[in-house]
Every structure is written in structure tokens, then in C-alpha cells.
């Protein structure tokens, strides 16, 4: 009995506290919006009581309204979408790497507004939203892009869009009759100007990509500042989604619609289809979030489509030898899609390149970019100091060093990092290295070095096999201080999909050995082939 009594009282006082918690927690809950609104009625103009609904105003005069309420009460809001500055809307921070916030779309319920902006500002915001080369979120033409339904991108449609250019029966063939090639189905709006005869460019960035990572343009092209060439791999749906998201693409980023011009191919097997999707392809889409529009679209791939890289082999030297090609440059710069040069290496570039000690060698010399991982959570380094901070601090190492030792070892990043520079403000000659096969530096080089070897498709012996091929050839490679590339994220592990490594073991077996035996003889050198590690 007296049990029983402790055991009732041990239950009163347990649900006595629980109570208490529980009114102690909605106590500060209420405190804290109380706080909140305080806070934000301290941010609007005083006169925010007298506030007015935007609902009934015009949609671009709504967007302007809404676009300065966000701007006035939100830090996050202008510190990583747009804030109005001058007569435009720039970008307010583009070293933030909080993911940013989409605009909010015309016909979406609207925050109220305070009466109290100046009329001129208003007017000055609506104007700006309705330049079409505004970087906002709605822009005229695009979003009838994405509305397309059932009008096929293939036939006259796409030709009516600017810079763009497609023919099906216009295409080249592949040396085996398995691809179709489109040369400059989208040109650059100053490609001309950038390889005519008083063009100061003497290098043009070559690049290819899968549509799953075209987003990465948007970092690539505004940093290097040049031409560049991309070839795009578009079997069936993919054809539609790269139009369109290219599109998208040149409407947000003056750079890309400028300097970038874009190549097609696709597998005989896999010829160009479009959506037969009921729904629009894209919601609402932000010049601020190209990765997240991109997603959006890639929904209209149709689930069985087996498109994916683990489905459909990539012809990863189809595609580098198609954007290489196609650049009318004296020199190329051979890279992958996720690498990011430097803040204007481009025009560095050309300024070393046109130098004595440059011109001496580049007939038969290879400059090697050297290239570095660095944590996603910190700024793009500008500059060798600040790059070489972030190594000190560990937060940046030599590209796939730890997935692939090879990878870049013979660029020797520890001599790279204690190399002082002549001129800190210009690039220059390191010094020259030797390599053995597995060696995959991204580099500089007139179009003479042997092409990629197209018998390597998929993953695996596609890269390496040129660079060596260049050596055995009778190149020198030649390590350049003060240039460098970068690739977001730190890779740590050295696990991949099995899927990946079966294609790899494939190229190895089958393809690497005929490889060998043909270039040992062309060039009566044998392969110094590295013990893995």
C-alpha cells in the first residue's frame, strides 16, 4: 500500500514538471516571434501600418515592389539574390556558398508592402525587371521556352532561336559510323570577334559534358574570360533538355551567351526526341540557381530511359576531340566541365603565350595547368597566396589525390607551391617535367598534340592515353606558375560505383592492349607504365 502511494506521488510530480516545460516552452516561443516582429517593424519604414496588397498591381510593377520589401527586411535576401544598385540589379555576393533562394513567381500570394518607397525607385526597379537582359528570374523568351509542349525542338522552332542552329541532315559522321556530330549548333554572339583578324585571343578553352552538368558553366566561362568550345552529348530526350536549359543559360550569363559556343553529338541508336510531358517543364527558374533549374528539367527524362552514364556509354574523346576541334584558336586549353580556372586566366593566358619564352617552345611543349580540390565551404582562391593558405589550412590538396595517386603527380604540386614567382601578377614558366602513363593534367597546347582516342568510350584509359601518346610524340611538359584550376569539393574517398569500374576494366582488357602495340611501333618507344598505387 505504501508502495503504491510513492508510486502515485512519483507520477503527480513528473506530470507537474512535464506541464511546467511545457508552458515555459510556449512562453519563450512567444517571446521570441514578439522579438521577430519587433525586429522586422524596426527594418520597414515607419509608416509600414498604412501598408497596401501589391496583388493588384501589374506583374512587373508587383515583382519590383516585392523585390525591394525582400531586399528591406531580409540580410539573407540581398546578401545572395539581387539588390538593387544603380539603374541595375546586380549580383550583391558571388563568394556566399549559401544555397540561394529562387525569386518569388508573379502569380504566388505577394507579402505586403510598405507605401513608403519613393515613386522613382519603384519605377526604376519595374523597368529594370522588364529589360529582357536582366539578371532576374522571369525572362520573356526563356520562359516560352519552357512552356514548349508539343512543338518538336528539332524542327524549325529551335532555328528561330538566337545563336541557335540545327539541322538532322547536316550532321558528320564519327570515323565508325556511330555517332552524329552538329558543329555550332549555338555560336557565341562575339565568336567572330574573338577569332577575327583583330582578335587579341590566342586560346580557347575546350570542354565537353553530359546535360547533368552543364550547370557548371556558370562558374567555368565568367572566370576564364575567353572563347570556349563545348561539345555536348545529347542522345534522345537529353537533345531537348540541353536546348532548352542552353538557352536558359545565355539569357542568365552575358559570358556564356558571348564567348561560348556549343557542339552536338549523340549515338545513331539514340537519335533526338522531345517531352511528350503534359505538364511545363519548368515551375519558376532564377538566373541565381542554375543547378536547381537544370534538375528541374532533367525531370522530363522519362524514368525508363536509360540515359545515365552506368546505362549509356559516354564517348568522353568523341567529345573532347568535337570541342577542341572546333576551336580557331592558336592554342587550346584542354579541361573537364567541373574544372574552374582561375579569375581571368584566359586573358593571362594569352599574355604568356604571345612571350618569347612561350613561342620558343610551343611547337613541340605542352603548359600544364596545375589543379586543385578545395572545400566547398570556402571562396574561390584568386590568387597563388590564397590558394596556397588554403592548402596550408587543409582545405584545399592536389586534384584526386587520394582517389588516383597518378592522377597529377608528375606536376609535383610540393615544388609548385615553394616555386617563387618572378612576377606575382603574370604567369610564367615553372620548370619542365618527365611523366609516365596515368598522368591526366589539364594543359595548354596548339592543336598539333595527338587527338583522344576514340576506340576508349566510357570511363576508363580516355585522357591518360593522349597525354602519353603527346609524350611519345616529343612533347615537353612544362609546369606554369601562377596559373591554376580548381574543382569544388575535397575527394576523400577512394570508392567508386561498380558500374564505373567495370567500364574501366573493359577499356583495359580489350581496348588498351591494341592501343599500346600500335603506338610502340608508331613511335618505336616503349610505354613506361607506374606500379599503381
Known sequence: MQASQVMRSVSWNVRKTCSLCLLGFVFVVCLAGFASQRLIDQQLPQSHTESRSITTESPQRRRALTELWLVSVSPFYSRNNLAVSGSEYDYASEETDTPPRTLLDSDEQFPTVPDEYPEELIEEA???????????????????????????????????????????????????RRYKIHDFVVTGDDWEDLHGPNSTSLVCMATQSSVDKLYSLADTVPNWEGPTSVGVFVPEIDFEIATRYIYYLRECFPAIKKNVSFHYAYPVGHLPKTSNSKKRAVRTFSCLDPFGVLQELLLLRPINANLSADKLLFPFNHMRNLARKTCQTEFVFMTDIDIIPKTG????????????????????????????????????????????????????????????????????????????????????LAYSIDIKFYYEPFYVARDSVPPHDERFIGYGYTRNTQVYETRMAGYEFWVLNNAFSLHKGLIMSKKQHSWRLKQVRKNLRKKFPGFRKEKELIYGKEMIMPIKK
Open 126 to 176: 519595374t523597368e529594370t525587371i522588364s529589360k529582357p537582359h536582366a539578371h532576374v528570374q522571369k525572362i520573356q523568351h526563356a520562359q516560352n521556352l519552357m512552356d514548349l509542349q508539343s512543338t518538336s525542338p528539332t524542327g524549325s522552332k529551335i532555328n528561330s532561336l538566337p545563336g541557335f542552329l540545327f539541322h538532322p541532315s547536316r550532321a558528320k559522321w564519327d570515323d565508325t
Open 345 to 428: 586566366l584566359g586573358p593571362e593566358l594569352n599574355e604568356f603565350l604571345s612571350s618569347k619564352s612561350a613561342q620558343e617552345r610551343a611547337s613541340k611543349a605542352v603548359f600544364v595547368v596545375p589543379t586543385y580540390e578545395i572545400n566547398e565551404t570556402v571562396a574561390l582562391p584568386r590568387t597563388k597566396d590564397e590558394l596556397l593558405q588554403l592548402v596550408k589550412d587543409k582545405m584545399a590538396q592536389t586534384y584526386r589525390t587520394v582517389v588516383f595517386y597518378h592522377n597529377q603527380h608528375y606536376t609535383n604540386s610540393s615544388r609548385w607551391e615553394t616555386t617563387p614567382a618572378k612576377n606575382p601578377n603574370a604567369i610564367s
